[in-house]
Nanobody
């Protein structure tokens, strides 16, 4: 029943910016933290950023801190990832998810993701 749909990806040049969107349904959105993850071809899925239920606390991977900003609008059931100063290292499929308890992310809620491609 929980569905998370990512959008906003595209192809940009190094130094450009993108904003990703995560639209949630089938859950009380404000009751869950939200995380962004990415997976490049042949690589494992990695953590990018997370935001608390109310949006007052954020967390970032060291590799993106200072360049990416995670936010959310609980009235719209949407989370965002603003990505600035992009480099080819950010090329990946980006996913969002919510916790399932026990310190892990909801295994059945991984969607199709949205592709981000950064050219040199």
């Amino acid at each position: 029943q929980v569905q998370l749909v990512e959008s906003g990806g595209g192809t940009v040049q190094a130094g450009d910016s993108l904003r990703l969107f995560c639209a949630a349904s089938g859950l009380t959105f404000s009751s869950y933290a939200v995380g962004w993850f990415r997976q490049a071809p042949g690589k494992e899925r990695g953590f990018v950023a997370a935001i608390s239920r109310s949006g007052d606390k954020t967390y970032y991977a060291d590799s993106v801190k200072g360049r990416f900003t995670i936010s959310r609008d609980n009235t719209k059931g949407t989370a965002y990832l603003q990505m600035n100063s992009l480099t080819p290292e950010e090329t990946a499929v980006y996913y969002c998810n919510v916790p399932a308890g026990g310190g892990f992310w909801r295994p059945t809620s991984w969607g199709q993701g949205t592709q981000v491609t950064v050219s040199s």
